[in-house]
């Protein structure tokens, strides 16, 4: 096997590896945790791109195999991630009604002391 195609699958294994750690951590409810993994896909995209494969290695089964993989992982990915944003969207609807609501029954202005000053004479 050649070193380049075992260097390619290796990273797409470690791609795959980061993919299904952000849906564990997205349904652990850790949503920061799982963004900041989005930077260690990237850099790992960045070095499977370099590698180049000959036509005969682009055709073996393990790349496929390891890439609809990454596409089902993809795809669980995306609807946790919309879930994710529904639930956050959700939350902050709340606090901004509470923060109206709240808002509806205290005063905006409580000026115990002023002074008036006549800028003019």
Known sequence: MN???EKKI?????FKD??????????????DEAIGLFTAKEELIQKI???ELSVDEKLNPNLEC???EITCLNATLGEKLQTA??????????IHQQKKSHNVYTKYFTQTEGAFLDRKK
């Open 3 to 5: 070193t380049t195609l």
């Open 10 to 14: 290796m990273l797409l294994q470690e």
């Open 18 to 31: 980061c993919t299904a750690k952000q849906i564990d951590l997205l349904e652990q409810d850790l949503p």
């Open 49 to 51: 791109d370099v590698l």
């Open 66 to 68: 390891i890439g609809k």
């Open 85 to 94: 944003k529904k639930q956050l969207v959700s939350k902050l609807k709340t």
